[in-house]
């Protein structure tokens, strides 16, 4: 790293050093500067605010004004631009610009269109028409400044293509750095459009700015000089946010000439709206009476992925064991005795169990099976298990033998026995007989209980 900043360094004294030696020992008309619509930045916002964004350059714009504030970008940014110059010609710019690993990288693509031009020969006789158009290309990059420029802010490098109608191509270096002083403000310097050959060079400039960023007002100036026409200039400007979404800037340029045109010259205003993802801004800039140039561009910025926040650990669920009833215990173990002062709820008394083998009284076409369920000495951990049984089976009435039978055990018995094994019960002289014999009824005549089978042919 510290090699290339050497080369670097060397290469920028020694364009520099050939650019002044040139205007120092040649008449000035002898360099031809090329790509004058270079000098005019892009973008509206940095317009509107007098072209002071050296130590601003926090968008894709950046590229055209200071590589170095590529650095800025933490998502994909780009920006679109055209400029209605007046007089049938209007400016283009494209700029877009991504993260890629620790650097930024930016690729920037101007035009300028002239309209439609008649073209005359040496004589002054009309020889056809065009619409010339100029077109310049660049890939930026921009990386953490290196130690040997201090190690703070970021510093940026550009190769540039410059394409020019009826004219060779050239090739030129841009580079510059942005400083953060403090969180409030900041200071960059550039070198743009480094790079010619023996009679034609590009606009080289030398730029150093500052900024003051604030919370709704952000103030910038810059001083620039141009090594082709000698010429310095002034930019000083601020946008103030009005609204969450809506901005206003005011700017004014001064250039070391003298003013020839009459009429407004050299001040810039403008607005911004931001859309959501997107932004759209707006910039006036007069040139007194010879045109006005209106600058719309858009921007947009892909949101910032936000990190998860560090939160708690999550808790696993517990399980919570439910206690005892007082009174209850598990089985072979003596009852809990309630804590002292605690209140303790007592569980309403269960009623009372039927004995084992206890054959409830069958309804009228039923019988029912010898059922019983011990009472629980404790509270199960688990609901018991749901068990169905087959409903019971009764014989038609009308068959000769009728006898009522349940389920089959486990071993293929009835739990009642079989039909001659019953024994009919004695005849009783008051005529009410037991549930397994007769039984009277209001009218004085007696019927068979269900209980038993039916002997004979009548009642």
Avoid: C
Avoid at 65 to 87: E, K, M, R, T
Avoid at 134 to 163: C, K, M, N, Y
Avoid at 319 to 337: F, I, N, Q, T, W
Avoid at 418 to 433: K, R, S, V
């Amino acid at each position: 790293m510290r090699r290339l900043g050497i080369i670097l360094v060397a290469m920028a004294a020694a364009g520099v050093g050939r650019a002044a030696t040139s205007l120092y020992y040649q008449d000035y008309d002898t360099i031809y500067e090329r790509g004058a619509f270079l000098t005019r930045g892009a973008g509206a916002r940095p317009t509107a605010m007098g072209g002071a964004f050296t130590a601003v350059a926090d968008d894709a714009s950046a590229a055209a004004w200071n590589p170095g504030g590529l650095g800025q970008i933490g998502s994909l940014s780009a920006v679109a631009q055209y400029d209605a110059i007046g007089l049938g010609m209007a400016a283009s710019f494209l700029s877009v610009a991504m993260p890629v690993g620790s650097a930024v990288g930016a690729v920037t693509v101007q035009m300028m269109s002239y309209g439609t031009l008649q073209y005359r020969d040496g004589s002054g006789a009309k020889t056809g028409t065009g619409s010339p158009v100029d077109v310049a290309a660049s890939q930026t990059w921009a990386f953490r400044s290196p130690s040997w420029l201090g190690g703070a802010g970021w510093t940026g490098i550009g190769v540039e293509l410059l394409q020019e109608a009826e004219q060779d191509a050239l090739f030129g270096l841009n580079f510059g750095e942005l400083v953060p002083l403090s969180p409030r403000i900041s200071m960059g310097w550039t070198v743009q459009h480094l790079g010619g050959d023996d009679d034609s060079w590009m606009p080289t400039t030398l730029r150093l700015g500052t900024a003051y960023h604030g919370d709704r007002l952000n103030a910038a100036m810059d001083l620039g000089y141009g090594l082709i026409d000698q010429l310095m200039t002034v930019g000083i400007g601020g946008e103030v946010r009005v609204h969450p979404a809506v901005v206003l800037r005011l700017g004014y340029r001064w250039e070391g000439r003298d003013q020839v045109q009459e009429g407004i010259r050299g001040v810039s205003a403008g607005a911004g709206f931001k859309l959501g993802d997107f932004a759209v801004d707006y910039a006036y800039q007069p040139f007194g009476d010879l045109a006005t140039s209106h600058r719309i561009s858009v921007e947009y910025r892909m949101p910032k992925k936000a990190a998860p926040a560090a939160g708690p650990k999550r808790k696993e669920p517990s399980v919570k064991v439910m206690p005892a009833l007082p009174g209850l215990s598990d089985e072979g173990a003596a009852p809990r005795p309630a804590a002292k002062g605690t209140a303790v709820a007592r569980p309403a008394a269960a009623p009372a169990a039927k004995p084992v083998g206890t054959v409830a009284p069958a309804a009228t076409g039923t019988a029912a099976a010898a059922t019983a369920s011990p009472r629980p000495d404790r509270i199960p951990d688990e609901p018991p298990a749901r068990t169905t049984t087959a409903p019971p089976t009764v014989a038609p009435l009308d068959s000769p033998e009728w006898a009522v039978s349940s389920t089959p055990a486990g071993d293929g018995s009835s739990l009642l026995p079989p039909p001659d094994e019953l024994q009919t019960p004695p005849e009783d002289e008051g005529g009410l007989l037991s549930p397994r014999g007769r039984t009277a009824t209001p009218d004085g005549e007696s019927q068979p209980s269900f209980g038993a089978p039916r002997r004979g042919g009548g009642p």
